[in-house]
C-alpha cells in the first residue's frame, strides 16, 4: 500500500453547510473511492496568490493522508472530475 498527501482547495461559494461539514463529506468520498484516511486536517480559508476570477479570490484548504493501491491517485480524480466543490486537487506520494 503506498501513502499519499492529498490537498483540496474547496469552493464553499452558496454552501449552507459547515466547512467541518464538507471536510467530513470530501473525506467519505475519498474512502468510496478505496482510500484508507488516517488523518484530516482542515487549514481553513486562505486568499490565493493570483485569482483568476475576481469572483473567487479565497479557498478552503484541507490536506488528507491517505492510503491505498498505485492507481488510487487516478481513481480519486476520476471521483472528483465533476465534484463542484473540489476546485483543485493535488496527490502526492509521500
Do not use: C, W
Request: proline share 1%; net charge negative.
Amino acid at each position: 500500500m503506498a501513502k499519499y498527501k492529498a490537498t483540496f482547495i474547496l469552493d464553499t461559494r452558496g454552501r449552507e453547510e459547515s466547512i467541518d461539514d464538507l471536510v467530513e463529506g470530501l473525506k467519505d468520498e475519498l474512502v468510496e473511492a478505496g482510500a484508507e484516511v488516517s488523518d484530516t486536517e482542515n487549514l481553513g480559508k486562505q486568499d490565493f496568490a493570483r485569482a483568476a476570477d475576481r469572483r473567487y479570490e479565497s479557498g478552503v484548504y484541507a490536506h488528507y493522508r491517505i492510503s491505498g493501491g498505485s492507481d488510487l491517485p487516478e481513481k480519486i480524480l476520476e471521483k472528483l472530475h465533476l465534484n463542484k466543490l473540489v476546485s483543485h486537487k493535488m496527490i502526492q506520494r509521500v
